[in-house]
């Protein structure tokens, strides 16, 4: 069985959130979702506008059925060596230090990475702004 693990922060879920767990299941059996705790979030980001608890989040990932299994984190290049997993799932717009920090790690781990497709036209930083509105 063939273990995949994408990590995000899932607030304001929408369409391209679903796409990218059902792009994760064609390159493995087992999805594990790992999602950003608030209270870390909001520590490098103090004006950020989360909408869901880390609670609330992880409730909403946990009731899709193209999720197998719901972990929390912090430092995606730190707590990524303590899941099991095979593969690595990263959207094309997760490029900071950290995720080029975890990718490396994976590739010295014998872990596959791959990069999925965003849903054009839906993004989370766009929903925020129509309802500022």
Sequence with gaps: MKKVLTVGVYDYF???HLRL????KEHGDYLIVAVQDGDFILKYKPN?????TTAQRIELIKSLREVDEVTIYRNVDEDI????????????DQKHEG?????????????EVVTLKRTP??????IKKTLKK
């Design 14 to 16: 929408h369409l391209g």
């Design 21 to 24: 767990f059902k792009q994760c």
């Design 48 to 52: 950020a506008n989360v909408l869901y």
């Design 81 to 92: 060596k303590n899941i099991d997993f095979d593969i690595f799932a990263v959207g094309e």
């Design 99 to 111: 995720f080029q920090k975890a990718i490396s790690w994976c590739k010295d781990n014998n872990k």
């Design 121 to 126: 036209g839906i993004c989370s930083s766009d």
